[in-house]
């Protein structure tokens, strides 16, 4: 059974930073992503990355600012947040898949697990 929890969501002002992590049980996937969603707005694609080659996509609303990573021996997902903006509240989302083909690596509906989400909240 597959299970993705997230951590680390919380309050920060603009500027400021944040982690995010993905604790995933279960076995290895191709794809890790994080997604998000804002009230009233459909789930966009925020970052991910290809476990076999640590090939990495970003979103150019975060590039520059948010890092993707992941510990392998721990089976863990994070994304680094930094210089954090109003736009970037949102609920966030880590998913895997084994299956997308790394064109369709932006859509949501792609991956086939997903975690229950992490609120993240920027102030100014």
């Known amino acids: 059974q597959v299970q993705l929890a997230e951590s680390g969501g919380g309050l920060a002002q603009v500027g400021g930073s944040l982690r995010l992590s993905c604790a995933i049980s279960g076995p290895r996937f191709r794809t890790y992503a994080w997604f998000r969603q804002a009230p009233g707005k459909e789930r966009e694609f925020v970052s991910c990355i290809k476990w076999s080659n640590n090939g990495i996509d970003y979103d150019d609303s975060v590039r520059g600012r948010f890092t993707i990573s992941r510990d392998s021996a721990k ?50």
């Open 75 to 124: 089976n863990l997902l994070f994304l680094q947040m930094n210089n954090l903006k109003t736009d970037d509240t949102a609920i966030y989302y880590c998913a895997v898949d084994d299956h997308l083909i790394w064109s369709s690596r932006r859509m949501a509906d792609q991956y086939d697990y997903w975690g229950q989400g992490t609120q993240v909240t920027v102030s100014s």
